[in-house]
């Protein structure tokens, strides 16, 4: 008695957050029209329609396909052009194709994530019993749309970023307020410290496995590298000298003739870059964004410092700060942009992620989860590093102190900075 009571609290409450979180996708397409939605200017990027679709092809493909009564998938064609990476689920459109796809329709997707709405509607709130199995990977289905709001994010930002009309999605009303850019370090002590994920909520299967490092007593910065700070290094020739780089850096460099972070153009002497407001000339009291791994390691470097590893990220966030605090910078704050250093925030929490010194590894006691889920996380432990804390596009009910995500080094249209770190 009491627990079917308990299981229709929990399902009301989940279907209070799929409501939510499926209403923050629309939103966030609120700016945008028909042909914005079809543009795939890289690889990496993804048409905004196909993320609306993909998103919602998780939720028909693995909660109601396999678990509603009576079910019929909304285009049976759907399964073949929405399946991102899935070897589970069978085969798929070329990712670097998705934009070449006119069809189906903007407003075909946009009916398709009405029905299975309406659909998860009716199953959680339907009499029947719903396994805690299927709880778990209706979370994941959150968590996961969660993930793809923040690429959505990223790939408009690039497809309105490399157009010379640099559109407007967002105008900004910037808020004067007196930075805190004085520079402090956060002292931990050496010893063994339990890291990993550890409470009964969500987390992904790439932070479980809690386990014990050691670590030497080091110091982590107490906010994030600015603009102005990163101007420097441009301007002291940080990007033409090899002493900072990696060679796999410095040949990326030299390749691809870099000069600055992406988004960043040098107009009449100054330098500019395009912002989700537009272009604009650069706040030097902001963090810096968009830099690669290369970038942020060569940084710390010609600074005489290092990055942190993801442990020493990790540690010093829950001892420092291991409640988010309200001044951190989410998409749920609606700025669209890394925020000025204010205060005592330490930036842990949103503005932009931060790349760490750490692969992108199992950890021990890994588990693989079965079936097509086992494919989520586990299979991109390689060749990619470890960055922590969230971003400006990120859900503040997304994020914790244990959440790894991960980007091939190379990669910089992603919201990523830089937090320094040392020995002493
Ligand atoms: C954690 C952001 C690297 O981009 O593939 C989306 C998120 N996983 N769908 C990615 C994700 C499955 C993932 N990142
Ligand atoms: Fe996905």
Request: with cysteine.
């Amino acid at each position: 008695m009491s627990s079917s009571t308990d299981q229709v609290l929990l399902l009301n409450t989940l279907l209070d957050n799929y409501l939510k979180v499926r209403a923050l996708t629309n939103e966030l397409c609120e700016p945008l029209q028909p042909e914005d939605f079809v543009v795939q200017p890289v690889v990496d990027v993804s048409p905004p329609k196909w993320h609306l679709a993909h998103t919602t092809w998780f939720f028909e493909n693995f909660v109601l396909k396999p678990n509603m009564v009576d079910y019929k998938v909304f285009d049976k064609d759907y399964h073949f052009l929405f399946n991102s990476y899935y070897e589970t689920e069978g085969e798929r459109w070329i990712r670097s194709e998705r934009g070449a796809l006119s069809r189906p329709w903007v407003n075909e997707i946009m009916a398709y994530r009405s029905y299975v709405d309406e659909h998860m509607k009716h199953f959680l709130s339907a009499e029947e019993e719903v396994d805690d199995e299927v709880i778990e990977v209706l979370k994941i289905g959150l968590h996961h749309e969660q993930q793809h709001q923040e690429l959505l994010v990223y790939d408009l930002k690039h497809i309105l970023g490399i157009n010379p009309l640099f559109p407007v999605y967002k105008s900004f009303q910037a808020e004067k307020h007196q930075p805190n850019l004085a520079e402090n370090f956060l002292e931990v002590e050496e010893g063994v410290y339990t890291v990993g994920y550890q409470g009964n909520d969500f987390h992904f299967d790439n932070e479980k496995g809690v386990h014990k490092v050691f670590l030497h007593r080091y110091r982590i910065q107490d906010r994030l590298i600015t603009n102005g700070e990163f101007m420097e290094f441009i301007e002291a020739g940080g990007y033409q000298d090899f002493n900072h780089w990696l060679m796999e850096g410095f040949e990326w460099v030299k390749r691809e003739n870099i000069r600055a972070p992406f988004y960043w153009l040098k107009q009449g002497g100054a330098w500019k870059h395009y912002t989700l407001a537009g272009l604009e000339d650069i706040n030097p009291d902001e963090p810096v964004s968009h830099v690669s791994f290369y970038e942020a390691d060569a940084f710390a470097k010609w600074k005489g410092k290092r990055l942190p590893t993801e442990f020493e990220w990790e540690v010093a966030c829950k001892l420092h700060e291991p409640e988010i605090p309200k001044s951190a910078n989410f998409v749920d704050d609606r700025n669209f942009r890394p925020m000025p250093r204010q205060g005592k925030n330490t930036q842990f929490y949103g503005d932009v992620w931060e790349w760490t010194n750490s692969a992108y590894l199992a950890y021990p006691f890994y588990e693989k989860p079965e079936g097509a889920l086992g494919e989520y996380n586990g299979k991109f432990m390689i060749n990619t590093m470890v960055l922590r804390g969230g971003s400006y596009a990120t859900s503040r009910n997304h994020i914790r102190p244990t959440y790894r995500n991960f980007f091939h080094p190379h990669l910089r249209w992603q919201f990523t900075g830089i937090r320094l770190a040392e020995n002493f």
